[in-house]
């Protein structure tokens, strides 16, 4: 092809070349999310979320919001939705009636076994497999995309609440 050509298509454009591997990167995620739902008939946070409280039995809330990286409300969305569903148990212990214990049930246990994996999705799976390297330097130009939106980390918990309310 021809530098005219490259041209005429927007190959050339470094900011369509960035643009069309964002949408790649979002086409995977979004084909995942709809996988686990299709086979698990739950949302990839709430996948996730199960996921961990089989990993730490008795886990509670504060440390699965740590785990996920996620506001402490969004993660009792999440137990409170996965409890609903009759898929983990909450059990409050101790002399703090606000902390509680989770634990996964039969019907959790039959949902993980039928859900594709990654469990903590492919975004996340991909990203832990990459040098060091090249996440701080991949971290640093985000960070100069984010800011250049206006954007904060409130926007990340945003849409990880949009995508469980789904």
């Known amino acids: ?3 005219q050509a490259r041209k005429a298509l927007g190959t050339d454009d470094p900011a369509a070349q960035v643009l069309r591997r964002f949408r790649v990167v979002f ?28 990993e730490r039995p008795g886990i509670g ?15 009792s969305n999440l137990v409170r939705s996965l409890a609903d569903m009759g898929l983990v148990s909450v059990e409050k212990t101790g002399a703090d009636r606000r902390a509680v214990q989770l634990r996964v049930l039969p019907a ?12 903590t999705g492919v975004l996340p799976e991909a990203l832990s497999s990459l040098d060091r390297a090249t996440l701080k330097r991949l971290d640093r130009d985000l ?7 206006g954007s904060g980390d409130e ?3 945003t849409l990880l609440q949009q995508s469980m309310e789904r």
Not at 62 to 70: F, K, N, Q
């Open 1 to 3: 092809m021809t530098t």
């Open 27 to 54: 086409n995977a995620v979004k084909t995942h999310f709809r996988q686990v739902e299709k086979k698990a008939g739950i949302g990839g946070a709430q996948l996730w979320a199960l996921a961990l409280v089989r």
């Open 61 to 75: 809330v504060s440390d699965l919001a740590r785990a996920m990286d996620i506001h402490q409300s969004t993660a």
């Open 108 to 119: 959790g246990s039959k949902v993980l076994r039928r859900a594709p994996g990654p469990f």
């Open 143 to 149: 960070g100069k995309l984010i800011l250049l939106l």
């Open 155 to 157: 926007g990340a918990h």
